[in-house]
């Protein structure tokens, strides 16, 4: 039936056909499936299949191609793309290295209540505490 609704260019039908075949749910997993409809609905304007065509390009290692993604999805305020973005800036993954670059990407998406960019902060803190300390 969701296949029915994403070939009619359903928006919600057309991203969910590319979580189905990227997570093999109702079919067999596939990426390069995946990847099509993730795209179809990017192409419709949707930020999550932004994200998601950011986030199969990043495990690919195709880290420019995910940071051309998480910045679209996060010029649609899916925020969570703002820690992905700091991610690839903290470890210089295609880019290079900007750590004061990727602890504003961070600090942006906390505030928003991304949970792995506050998990960020808190360990960042912790580790200038621990530097304070040391050198004290």
Known sequence: MNRVAAEYGMHDAVLAMGWFYLNGVGVEANEDEAIRWYRRSARQGEPRAMFSLGYIAYFR???????KWFERALGKDHHR?????????????????DRKRARSYFA?????KVV?????????AFLSSCKRAISG
Request: charged fraction near 30%.
């Open 61 to 67: 290692k195709d880290y420019s191609e995910a940071l």
């Open 116 to 124: 792995e960019a506050q998990r960020a902060i808190r360990f960042l």
């Open 81 to 97: 793309s703002g820690f992905w973005i700091g991610k690839i800036y903290w470890r210089g993954q295609g880019v290079d290295r």
């Open 108 to 112: 942006q998406a906390a505030e928003r």
